[in-house]
Structure formats: structure tokens, C-alpha cells
């Protein structure tokens, strides 16, 4: 099939292009290096010289500022107004503080409702002192208002009137006066409503020879002297000076009123708080269309940054204007570029018709010897590759020409094989397919043809046929064979048998690899079969391990009926004991009962015979005897009273430590006789418990005896509560009936132990059976732990006796 042809480029166009990116790049470099090394210093150069400006400027103004304010001090040293002043301040001594601010008052009335050429405005204006200050203001004319109030605030002189008489309640005031130390006030530039225009406030404090402050002078300075210059700034037509305030408010701006808004937009006015010179470009400012260069630099006189004034020079002028030799140079290299480009690609078209010339030569011969005309040659005389090239040409077709195959005969041997062939070439395209082939993958003569050899394999199978084929290109093996499954047209698998080797392909030039030949035998049946054994055998398999895993369940239903027959035979003895001990506890509560009363007469009578019988020391020690004997049988019948007779609590929610600390108390006597050691780990916070407090309080006295018992000579007695979240099912633990606790429980731990002679643990399992003990004949009853543990269980709690590895005995409780 003939194979549609894509849009090409011919060699002429490629080499025209080429020529014409290669330019392009060319003058692209030079371009950037004209304005890195060129326009783009020249820039920085013209906005470097700006600020320089700019910085000229801010030391004019700061020079005029700090000269205006070292002025106004030197005038406050004058020690001929110290007289009058205090004078002033010499009147509010016999004055209350209402009487002052009543004269202030009336003071301030009279003062704005008079002219200024009334007596009592020049009182103050044509004074002594007031004639000085009047000839020094109109002498200096930077100084438009200059006046001096005494220690209370009252005016004491003024070069002329001014808009209040008293001034202590001015913020100048109060911060020059500084409650009474004295401070230099610096204002920023504001409208004075006494004199009528925008200026700075100076002010500062008047002290006496001791250092004292007697008054405040205040002046204020006219800005047009600041201006002056920035006036007379003009740079080409656009370009003029500005001041500006830390809020980016036009103080100065030549033909504009000073502005309430921010002169730039809220970007430009962030970042000037943060410099101290720099340049930026504006667009679309409050006071100019279009984009402008602005170069600033801070005002840095020292006082008013001490006062909080931020004032920053700048020079501004038209973008446009500013760099206008420089958009020139710009807009001449853009004419210039197309110019030489246009130069250039003529220049590649008239070189392209003598180099491209015999390429096309060479292209028309190929079309000929395509088209079967294998007696044309190709005659170039170039003497370079190209001629080279053209004498390869010519030795080819006579090569062609020798020919001897018939490529019918092969076609038709290859066509009738029974067997599949399918040849691959070396970049895994296929390049012959026989007939058998087709039939076998559904596809038509010639659809395979150029394909990728991946069209019939999936990705495992292709990786599998990778692997071998490079075996067999390196010589590492003659022949490869494997079994595999291929894809046919329909998306289907077929099993095959596969089966390759190498075509090796001798010419004048190499004796190189060329193709992979592949014999493909169909093994559908045969693949078939061996399922269908497997899957018998699958069967056989699975029937085994179900008889396994019967026979395992089988086994383990025996195991757990063993299980439940022995504990059936351990609850049934456990029942038989609790019968046998409720039995005696019924029998020795009847034994109890019937003794008691005959022990109380006993007893009764022993007494008796002590006060009335013999005063013989041998019956005395005798009655003595007895009286003890009776006693331990009385506290025996008690013990089996309490330990049968069914038991009242009365449960309330109680902190576990202070039933512990009364416990100690009531045995603190044979604590403090013994030498042992007492230590307590009470933990604070813990969980209230629902106890009844007598009841535990006997048990925790209980087994503090039998412990301070196990320590006769000495030792550590050891104290501890805690609390904590159960975590796992164990015994009285989970969501069975008689369980006392579940999964997730906080419980309060009490741990009591002792460093004595410990419990053998033969004896351990006994430990709780009433009337067992481990005391000699007469020390104890054997129904203390007996006791303990019924009242541990009647509060649905857990007690348990254990021997510490260090050594001594450890007793826990568990109670909710």
C-alpha cells in the first residue's frame, strides 16, 4: 500500500531558515548586549544622577532646619527676660488654683474680643520685651510669630497678637514645659492660626541661673524659606522638586496647595518608610497623568527625627522625558533588526541556488531508479561529499541491475509455509508478514506491514521477546524459543509456540545485522488440554486442604470440649467449698451466739472474784490468765460474728487518701513503737470512689497490722495510690456477669507493701480461707483477711497478696 506523504520543507527552504534563525539569534545577542552593557547603565547612570540631586537638596533642608532651630535656642539663653518673667510667675503666689484659671478665662474673653493696637494687647506687644521680640521678627523674616508665656502659661511678651492669651493648654506647650523639666518641641509643618500660614512650631523651655524652668518661648518659622530652593529647582520641562511627609502627603509641590491625600498610591508610600534614597517609577499619581521618575532621599536633621518628622526630597519628572535619548536608541535597533534580516535572508536565498543545485540532481535520479529505470546516471562534478554521494548513487544501481532473485518465487515459498512467519527488523517494526500469519491474527494482507511488533504482543510478552532477541543480535545464543500468547486484531489471545534467529544481510559496506526472523506455531489445542488437567488437579488440591482444615476443626472442637469439662469439674469444686464454707459459717455464727452470752457471765464473775476474792498474788496471776483467755475467745466469737452475719454499707463518694490518712491514725500508737520506716505515694486528683469509709477504713487497718506483724524489728512500710485506665480483659474484668469492671474502666489502685518475712507460696492460694493463718496459737483468728476480702468483694472491687522479688509481701486494691 502506498503510504500518503507528509508536508516536508525541501533542503532549499531548511537552509534559507536556518540562516535566517541562525541571524536571528545573532542580532538577539547583540540586541541584549547593547542593553545590559549599554542602554541598561545609562539608565542606571540617569537615575543615580536624580537621587543625587535629591540628596542635594534634603542637606539644604536639613542645614536651613537645624540653623532655624539652633537660632530660636540661643534667643531662649537671653537672660534679660528672666526678670519679667518671673515677675509673671510671681503673681499666682497669693492666687488659689480656681482664681488662676478664673483669671485665665477672663484673660482669654477680653483677648479675642480686642483689637491689636487696644491697650491691653499692647501691654504685651510693646513692652520691653516685646519690642525686642517684634524688631527681631521683623529683622530675621524666617521668623513669622515669636512670644513667651510664664510658668503657668499666661502670655508674658509677644511680637504680636496672638490668637489665645493663655497657652498651657496648646500640646506644643505641654510637651516643652514637660512637667516641669524642660524639653525642646519640634512641630511638623502645620497652619498657624495666629499668624495665618503654614509653618514650623519651635519651641523651648526658659530656665532660671539654677536650671529651673520659669517659662516656654515659642516661634514659628515661615517654610517658604525651605522652599526657596525647591522653587527654584526645574530640571529639562517636566522635572521639578516635591517634599513629602512620612504619611506620603505633598508638603511642597511647585503651583499645588499641599494635598490632604497621600501624593502616590499605598505601594510606593509602604516602601518609603523603609529607605532612606532610592528611585521608582509612579504611574497615574494624584498629581500627574502618566508614568514619572521619582528619586528621593530622607530628610536626616537629627532633631526632627527625634521628634518623629520624616520628611523625604524628591525629584520627578516625565518618564517619557527622562529617558528619551534612551527610547530613541531603543526604537532604532527595532528598525534596524528587520532591515538586517530582510538583508540576510536574500543573501541565504542566492547562496541556497548554487549549494542546493546538485542535492536536486540527486533527487530526480532517485525518483528514476525508483520508477524502474536502472540504466540512468547521475553526473556531478562538485568535488566535495555531495560528488562522493553521487558516484555511491550510480555503483548502487548498477549493484541493483546484477540482480538475479526472483521476488515472486521468494513471495510465493513464503506465502505457502504451513507454519507462521512474521520478520521483525532490527528497530522492531515488521516487515513481512506471510499468509499464514495473517490467518492466524485476523489481519489483512499488508495491514501488519510497518507496524510495531508491540501490536501483537502485550507488555510482558514484548519485554520477553526483547530480552531474547538481544540475546540473539549479540551472539550470545543462534536461536531463541519460548512459549507465548500473541493479541490478534480482535483484541482475542492465542497460545503459540515461538520460535527466532537472525537474517544476516552481506554487501559491499557491512556484513550487518538486518532482521529477526520469528516461526510462529499455533499451540491453542495443546494449551487447552493443559488447563483442563490443571484445573483437575486444582480441585484435587483444594478437596485435600478442605479434608486438612476439617480434620484441624475437628480437633479443636475436641480440644475445647477437654477445656470446658475441666473448668465444669473447677466451678463444681468451687461451689462445693463456697457450700461447705457457708455451712460453717452458719455453724459457728450458732456457736457464736450460744457462747457469747456464757463468756460475758464468765467474765462478770472473774471480775468479782479479782475485787472480792483472795489478795494472794498466785490466784491473782491465775484470774489474770483466765480473764486474758476468755477475752481472746471473746474477740474470736466477734470475728465470726462479723465475718457470717450479712454486713449494712453505707456507700458514698469518697477521696480514697483521706481514708488512708484517718486509717493511719487510728494506728499510729504501734506505728510510732515499732522501728519502721513509713512512707506514703498518695497521688493528688484521683477519682472519688463509692466506699463505704468504716468498712475500708478496718480493712487498710487490718493489713497495716499484719503487715507492722511481718516486721518485728524493722523495716519499710510503703503506701501508694494511683489511678489508671483498665486496658485488657483478665480476671473481673470484661463484659461477662460477674465481671466487676470493663474495658476502658479508671480504677483507683491502692498498693500496700512491706520489706518482711513475706507468705510461702504453697500457703498463698489459702491465704483468704477463713480461719487459716500463720500466726502462732493465739495471735490471731485466721478471719482477718477472711474479712477483708469479703468486704474488697461486697464493693465490687479486687484484692490480691503477692511476694515482692526484693522481698516482703505486697497487698493491691482495685476499687470504682
Same mark, same amino acid.
Given at each position: 500500500?502506498?503510504?500518503?506523504?507528509?508536508?516536508?520543507?525541501?533542503?532549499?527552504?531548511?537552509?534559507?531558515?536556518?540562516?535566517?534563525?541562525?541571524?536571528?539569534?545573532?542580532?538577539?545577542?547583540?540586541?541584549?548586549?547593547?542593553?545590559?552593557?549599554?542602554?541598561?547603565?545609562?539608565?542606571?547612570?540617569?537615575?543615580?544622577?536624580?537621587?543625587?540631586?535629591?540628596?542635594?537638596?534634603?542637606?539644604?533642608?536639613?542645614?536651613?532646619?537645624?540653623?532655624?532651630?539652633?537660632?530660636?535656642?540661643?534667643?531662649?539663653?537671653?537672660?534679660?527676660?528672666?526678670?519679667?518673667?518671673?515677675?509673671?510667675?510671681?503673681?499666682?503666689?497669693?492666687?488659689?488654683?480656681?482664681?488662676?484659671?478664673?483669671?485665665?478665662?477672663?484673660?482669654?474673653?477680653?483677648?479675642?474680643?480686642?483689637?491689636?493696637?487696644?491697650?491691653?494687647?499692647?501691654?504685651?506687644?510693646?513692652?520691653?520685651?516685646?519690642?525686642?521680640?517684634?524688631?527681631?521678627?521683623?529683622?530675621?523674616?524666617?521668623?513669622?510669630?515669636?512670644?513667651?508665656?510664664?510658668?503657668?502659661?499666661?502670655?508674658?511678651?509677644?511680637?504680636?497678637?496672638?490668637?489665645?492669651?493663655?497657652?498651657?493648654?496648646?500640646?506644643?506647650?505641654?510637651?516643652?514645659?514637660?512637667?516641669?523639666?524642660?524639653?525642646?518641641?519640634?512641630?511638623?509643618?502645620?497652619?498657624?492660626?495666629?499668624?495665618?500660614?503654614?509653618?514650623?512650631?519651635?519651641?523651648?523651655?526658659?530656665?532660671?541661673?539654677?536650671?529651673?524652668?520659669?517659662?516656654?518661648?515659642?516661634?514659628?518659622?515661615?517654610?517658604?524659606?525651605?522652599?526657596?530652593?525647591?522653587?527654584?529647582?526645574?530640571?529639562?520641562?517636566?522635572?521639578?522638586?516635591?517634599?513629602?511627609?512620612?504619611?506620603?502627603?505633598?508638603?511642597?509641590?511647585?503651583?499645588?496647595?499641599?494635598?490632604?491625600?497621600?501624593?502616590?498610591?499605598?505601594?510606593?508610600?509602604?516602601?518609603?518608610?523603609?529607605?532612606?534614597?532610592?528611585?521608582?517609577?509612579?504611574?497615574?499619581?494624584?498629581?500627574?497623568?502618566?508614568?514619572?521618575?521619582?528619586?528621593?532621599?530622607?530628610?536626616?536633621?537629627?532633631?526632627?527625627?527625634?521628634?518623629?518628622?520624616?520628611?523625604?526630597?524628591?525629584?520627578?519628572?516625565?518618564?517619557?522625558?527622562?529617558?528619551?535619548?534612551?527610547?530613541?536608541?531603543?526604537?532604532?535597533?527595532?528598525?534596524?533588526?528587520?532591515?538586517?534580516?530582510?538583508?540576510?535572508?536574500?543573501?541565504?536565498?542566492?547562496?541556497?541556488?548554487?549549494?542546493?543545485?546538485?542535492?536536486?540532481?540527486?533527487?530526480?535520479?532517485?525518483?528514476?531508479?525508483?520508477?524502474?529505470?536502472?540504466?540512468?546516471?547521475?553526473?556531478?562534478?562538485?568535488?566535495?561529499?555531495?560528488?562522493?554521494?553521487?558516484?555511491?548513487?550510480?555503483?548502487?544501481?548498477?549493484?541493483?541491475?546484477?540482480?538475479?532473485?526472483?521476488?515472486?518465487?521468494?513471495?510465493?515459498?513464503?506465502?505457502?509455509?504451513?507454519?507462521?512467519?512474521?520478520?521483525?527488523?532490527?528497530?522492531?517494526?515488521?516487515?513481512?508478514?506471510?499468509?499464514?500469519?495473517?490467518?492466524?491474527?485476523?489481519?489483512?494482507?499488508?495491514?501488519?506491514?510497518?507496524?510495531?511488533?508491540?501490536?501483537?504482543?502485550?507488555?510482558?510478552?514484548?519485554?520477553?521477546?526483547?530480552?531474547?532477541?538481544?540475546?540473539?543480535? #549479540?551472539?550470545?545464543? &543462534?536461536?531463541?524459543?519460548?512459549?507465548?500468547?500473541?493479541? %490478534? $486484531?480482535? @483484541? !482475542? =489471545?492465542?497460545?503459540?509456540?515461538?520460535?527466532?534467529?537472525?537474517?544476516?544481510?552481506?554487501?559491499?559496506?557491512?556484513?550487518?545485522?538486518?532482521?529477526?526472523?520469528?516461526?510462529?506455531?499455533?499451540?491453542?489445542?495443546?494449551?487447552?488440554?493443559?488447563?483442563?488437567?490443571?484445573?483437575?488437579?486444582?480441585?484435587?488440591?483444594?478437596?485435600?486442604?478442605?479434608?486438612?482444615?476439617?480434620?484441624?476443626?475437628?480437633?479443636?472442637?475436641?480440644?475445647?470440649?477437654?477445656?470446658?469439662?475441666?473448668?465444669?469439674?473447677?466451678?463444681?469444686?468451687?461451689?462445693?467449698?463456697?457450700?461447705?464454707?457457708?455451712?460453717?459459717?452458719?455453724?459457728?455464727?450458732?456457736?457464736?451466739?450460744?457462747? #457469747?452470752?456464757?463468756? &460475758?457471765?464468765?467474765?462478770?464473775?472473774?471480775?468479782?472474784? %479479782? $475485787?472480792? @476474792? !483472795? =489478795?494472794?498474788?498466785?490466784?491473782?496471776?491465775?484470774?489474770?490468765?483466765?480473764?486474758?483467755?476468755?477475752?481472746?475467745?471473746?474477740?474470736?466469737?466477734?470475728?465470726?460474728?462479723?465475718?457470717?452475719?450479712?454486713?449494712?454499707?453505707?456507700?458514698?463518694?469518697?477521696?480514697?487518701?483521706?481514708?488512708?490518712?484517718?486509717?493511719?491514725?487510728?494506728?499510729?500508737?504501734?506505728?510510732?513503737?515499732?522501728?519502721?520506716?513509713?512512707?506514703?505515694?498518695?497521688?493528688?486528683?484521683?477519682?472519688?470512689?463509692?466506699?463505704?469509709?468504716?468498712?475500708?477504713?478496718?480493712?487498710?487497718?487490718?493489713?497495716?497490722?499484719?503487715?507492722?506483724?511481718?516486721?518485728?524489728?524493722?523495716?519499710?512500710?510503703?503506701?501508694?495510690?494511683?489511678?489508671?485506665?483498665?486496658?485488657?480483659?483478665?480476671?473481673?474484668?470484661?463484659?461477662?456477669?460477674?465481671?466487676?469492671?470493663?474495658?476502658?474502666?479508671?480504677?483507683?489502685?491502692?498498693?500496700?507493701?512491706?520489706?518482711?518475712?513475706?507468705?510461702?507460696?504453697?500457703?498463698?492460694?489459702?491465704?483468704?480461707?477463713?480461719?487459716?493463718?500463720?500466726?502462732?496459737?493465739?495471735?490471731?483468728?485466721?478471719?482477718?483477711?477472711?474479712?477483708?476480702?469479703?468486704?474488697?468483694?461486697?464493693?465490687?472491687?479486687?484484692?490480691?497478696?503477692?511476694?515482692?522479688?526484693?522481698?516482703?509481701?505486697?497487698?493491691?486494691?482495685?476499687?470504682?
Amino acid at each position: 500500500m502506498s503510504k500518503q506523504r507528509k508536508f516536508r520543507l525541501s533542503i532549499r527552504s531548511k537552509f534559507i531558515l536556518s540562516i535566517c534563525s541562525i541571524s536571528f539569534v545573532v542580532l538577539m545577542v547583540a540586541v541584549s548586549y547593547g542593553y545590559y552593557f549599554g542602554i541598561r547603565p545609562q539608565r542606571i547612570s540617569l537615575q543615580e544622577s536624580r537621587l543625587e540631586m535629591a540628596q542635594m537638596l534634603a542637606r539644604y533642608i536639613e542645614r536651613i532646619t537645624s540653623e532655624e532651630i539652633e537660632k530660636i535656642e540661643l534667643l531662649t539663653s537671653t537672660t534679660s527676660w528672666t526678670t519679667a518673667i518671673l515677675e509673671s510667675n510671681a503673681k499666682y503666689a497669693s492666687m488659689k488654683p480656681e482664681e488662676i484659671q478664673a483669671y485665665f478665662e477672663e484673660m482669654d474673653t477680653q483677648w479675642k474680643q480686642t483689637a491689636a493696637n487696644d491697650p491691653l494687647i499692647e501691654t504685651y506687644t510693646k513692652n520691653q520685651i516685646g519690642n525686642t521680640l517684634r524688631i527681631f521678627a521683623s529683622k530675621d523674616t524666617d521668623i513669622v510669630e515669636f512670644f513667651i508665656t510664664d510658668l503657668k502659661g499666661g502670655l508674658v511678651a509677644s511680637s504680636g497678637k496672638t490668637t489665645d492669651f493663655y497657652q498651657a493648654d496648646e500640646s506644643w506647650w505641654l510637651a516643652t514645659y514637660n512637667g516641669g523639666h524642660g524639653n525642646i518641641y519640634i512641630g511638623d509643618m502645620e497652619f498657624d492660626e495666629s499668624v495665618g500660614i503654614t509653618g514650623i512650631t519651635i519651641a523651648a523651655p526658659l530656665k532660671d541661673a539654677a536650671g529651673k524652668v520659669i517659662g516656654v518661648c515659642k516661634a514659628v518659622i515661615n517654610t517658604d524659606i525651605m522652599f526657596n530652593h525647591l522653587k527654584k529647582f526645574v530640571l529639562e520641562k517636566t522635572g521639578h522638586a516635591i517634599l513629602i511627609d512620612k504619611s506620603g502627603k505633598l508638603i511642597f509641590h511647585e503651583g499645588l496647595t499641599p494635598m490632604k491625600e497621600p501624593a502616590f498610591e499605598n505601594a510606593i508610600v509602604e516602601k518609603l518608610q523603609n529607605i532612606e534614597r532610592g528611585y521608582f517609577i509612579a504611574r497615574n499619581s494624584y498629581h500627574h497623568r502618566g508614568q514619572e521618575l521619582v528619586a528621593v532621599a530622607k530628610v536626616q536633621a537629627p532633631l526632627l527625627l527625634e521628634h518623629g518628622i520624616h520628611w523625604w526630597v524628591g525629584i520627578e519628572q516625565d518618564s517619557n522625558e527622562s529617558f528619551s535619548f534612551l527610547n530613541r536608541l531603543v526604537i532604532q535597533g527595532a528598525v534596524m533588526i528587520p532591515i538586517l534580516l530582510a538583508f540576510l535572508i536574500g543573501l541565504g536565498m542566492a547562496f541556497s541556488r548554487v549549494l542546493i543545485a546538485p542535492i536536486e540532481k540527486l533527487q530526480q535520479a532517485t525518483k528514476r531508479i525508483g520508477d524502474g529505470d536502472l540504466n540512468y546516471h547521475v553526473d556531478i562534478n562538485t568535488r566535495d561529499e555531495i560528488e562522493a554521494l553521487a558516484d555511491s548513487f550510480n555503483q548502487m544501481s548498477s549493484l541493483l541491475k546484477q540482480t538475479t532473485v526472483s521476488k515472486e518465487r521468494f513471495d510465493s515459498i513464503i506465502n505457502n509455509m504451513g507454519d507462521s512467519l512474521i520478520v521483525v527488523n532490527i528497530d522492531q517494526t515488521i516487515s513481512l508478514v506471510n499468509k499464514a500469519a495473517n490467518i492466524l491474527l485476523g489481519y489483512e494482507e499488508g495491514e501488519l506491514l510497518g507496524q510495531p511488533i508491540k501490536i501483537i504482543f502485550d507488555v510482558t510478552q514484548l519485554v520477553i521477546f526483547q530480552k531474547e532477541s538481544k540475546k540473539i543480535t #549479540k551472539g550470545e545464543q &543462534a536461536f531463541g524459543h519460548w512459549e507465548a500468547f500473541l493479541r %490478534k $486484531k480482535n @483484541g !482475542s =489471545s492465542i497460545d503459540v509456540f515461538f520460535s527466532c534467529s537472525v537474517a544476516l544481510e552481506k554487501n559491499t559496506y557491512s556484513n550487518a545485522t538486518q532482521d529477526i526472523i520469528c516461526l510462529v506455531k499455533d499451540i491453542t489445542e495443546l494449551k487447552q488440554s493443559e488447563r483442563v488437567l490443571e484445573g483437575t488437579n486444582k480441585e484435587l488440591m483444594e478437596s485435600e486442604l478442605t479434608l486438612k482444615n476439617l480434620l484441624q476443626e475437628t480437633k479443636k472442637t475436641y480440644d475445647d470440649l477437654i477445656k470446658s469439662h475441666e473448668e465444669l469439674k473447677n466451678t463444681q469444686s468451687q461451689l462445693i467449698q463456697a457450700e461447705k464454707l457457708a455451712s460453717i459459717g452458719e455453724l459457728a455464727a450458732g456457736i457464736a451466739h450460744e457462747v #457469747k452470752n456464757p463468756l &460475758a457471765t464468765m467474765l462478770v464473775g472473774i471480775d468479782y472474784l %479479782k $475485787k472480792h @476474792g !483472795s =489478795s494472794n498474788e498466785e490466784d491473782k496471776s491465775i484470774l489474770n490468765d483466765i480473764t486474758e483467755a476468755l477475752k481472746r475467745a471473746d474477740r474470736v466469737i466477734r470475728g465470726l460474728l462479723d465475718f457470717s452475719v450479712e454486713q449494712k454499707f453505707q456507700m458514698k463518694n469518697e477521696d480514697i487518701n483521706i481514708v488512708i490518712e484517718e486509717s493511719l491514725l487510728l494506728v499510729k500508737h504501734p506505728i510510732d513503737r515499732s522501728h519502721i520506716v513509713l512512707m506514703k505515694d498518695l497521688k493528688d486528683n484521683l477519682p472519688l470512689v463509692q466506699i463505704d469509709r468504716n468498712k475500708i477504713q478496718q480493712v487498710f487497718v487490718n493489713l497495716i497490722i499484719n503487715a507492722l506483724y511481718a516486721m518485728p524489728e524493722k523495716g519499710t512500710l510503703t503506701i501508694r495510690t494511683y489511678s489508671k485506665q483498665l486496658e485488657k480483659t483478665g480476671l473481673y474484668v470484661g463484659s461477662r456477669v460477674t465481671d466487676y469492671f470493663s474495658v476502658g474502666d479508671t480504677v483507683v489502685v491502692v498498693e500496700i507493701n512491706d520489706t518482711g518475712t513475706g507468705i510461702p507460696e504453697n500457703i498463698l492460694p489459702k491465704i483468704f480461707d477463713p480461719f487459716f493463718t500463720t500466726k502462732p496459737a493465739g495471735k490471731g483468728t485466721g478471719l482477718g483477711l477472711s474479712l477483708c476480702k469479703k468486704i474488697i468483694s461486697m464493693h465490687k472491687g479486687l484484692i490480691e497478696i503477692s511476694n515482692r522479688k526484693e522481698g516482703g509481701a505486697e497487698v493491691t486494691i482495685v476499687l470504682k
